[in-house]
């Protein structure tokens, strides 16, 4: 279905990137969402109101933009509710291998790339320049992001964070929650929810 228009929940950074690839994908009419809006604000040049419209004109989706995860579960529970049609953004210079399942309300970034018969939950973000391989399972919600790696057969829970530049070797498994940050390389299974840096990736100790 040709997507008329974005309904864009946020105006952060993360909000930005995604519609920079709308435009890029060829959707031309956005209007960005964000309760601190201002009267008469704009986002990019596009209109941006403080409260969601009262109804989504004929052709329109909606995608929940916020970089964090738990605001971007939210967006897609309140979308949802209202029963309006969730979009998932594939970047065109992003790569996508044969087999995979992206969910709704997913964005793929600019040089992204998804590995054959990868599957990514509803709601998630694999940003600019980020992987994910072969037979990789992100659960709902996880955010790759920047040029972060997630080598193949992994298996991540829901609401995972791969940190800028992070990589997850192959055949791991990630809990829901875990938050690898920046730069970290994950080399062993990481269950428990939490904060992990460094190489090898280490529990951070608050
Ligand atoms: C790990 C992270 C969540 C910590 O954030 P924070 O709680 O605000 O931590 P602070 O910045 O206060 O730093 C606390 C300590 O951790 C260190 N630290 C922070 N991030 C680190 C990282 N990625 N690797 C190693 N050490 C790190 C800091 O140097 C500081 O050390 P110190 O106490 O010895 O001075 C954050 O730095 C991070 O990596 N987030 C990922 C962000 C990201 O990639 N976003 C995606 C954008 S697309």
């Not at 709308?22 to 009267?39: H, I, P, R, S």
């Amino acid at each position: 279905m040709t997507v008329r228009g974005l309904l864009l929940l946020g105006c952060g950074g993360h909000a930005r990137s995604a519609a920079n690839v709308a435009l890029a994908c060829g959707v031309t009419q956005l209007v960005f969402v964000d309760a601190n809006a201002k009267e008469g604000e704009r986002c990019l040049g596009f209109p941006l109101l403080p409260d969601w419209p009262s109804r989504l004109p004929e052709g329109w989706q909606v995608l929940p933009a916020a970089g964090d995860n738990d605001r971007r579960r939210l967006q897609c529970a309140q979308a949802t509710a209202r029963g309006w049609p969730l979009a998932t953004l594939i970047a065109p210079t992003a790569t996508v291998g044969e087999c995979s399942d992206i969910g709704a309300a997913c964005l793929i970034g600019h040089h992204a790339h998804i590995g054959p018969a990868a599957r990514l939950g509803q709601g998630c973000i694999v940003n600019t320049g980020a992987i994910v391989e072969h037979e990789t399972v992100l659960g709902a919600y996880c955010h790759v992001a920047i040029n972060a790696a997630v080598a193949g057969r992994c298996c991540l829970g829901q609401a995972v964070l791969i940190g800028a530049g992070a990589t997850v070797i192959d055949g791991l498994k990630l809990g829901d929650g875990v938050l690898l940050g920046a730069g970290a390389c994950a080399v062993s299974d990481l269950a428990a929810a939490g904060v992990y840096l460094g190489v090898p990736a280490r529990r951070a100790a608050h």
